[in-house]
């Protein structure tokens, strides 16, 4: 049973950084898509970046791409999402999500985009608020 725990939420002021990391264990195959969504209360969950990592194909919503990165660390099984220039609009609970290639192939070939209901892994979410 794959489990995913993030880290690295909190408070900043518009502008900011911040770093949210996902550790992924529990799991004999590694699962090969693994990606970020948000959700902001009375909204829906929206996908944010995702990373096909047999290949390095990565994805960011219009929302967030020049801004937010996301990367592996393969020796450590987490991977991060690096959030620069932070906007009060991208308050929200931060989910890390993991499955296999079919949940975000056709948002990393650049002709779709991410669903959350094709993740079947999900962390518990972390916190992000950015003031003004």
Not at 20 to 49: D, H, I
Not at 60 to 78: E, H, L, P
Not at 99 to 111: L, P
């Amino acid at each position: 049973q794959v489990q995913l725990v993030e880290s690295g939420g909190g408070s900043v002021q518009a502008g900011g950084s911040l770093r949210l990391s996902c550790v992924a264990s529990g799991y004999t195959y590694s699962p090969n898509c693994m990606s970020w969504f948000r959700q902001a209360p009375g909204k829906e969950r929206e996908g944010v970046a995702a990373l096909y990592t047999g290949g390095g194909s990565k994805h960011y919503a219009d929302s967030v791409k020049g801004r937010f990165t996301i990367f592996k660390d393969n020796a450590k099984n987490t991977v991060y999402l690096q959030m620069n220039s932070l906007k009060p609009e991208d308050t929200a609970m931060y989910y890390c999500a993991a499955d296999w290639y079919r949940a975000c192939h056709t948002a990393v070939a650049g002709i779709g985009s991410l669903k959350w209901t094709d993740f079947g892994y999900w962390g518990q979410g972390t916190q992000v608020n950015v003031s003004s």
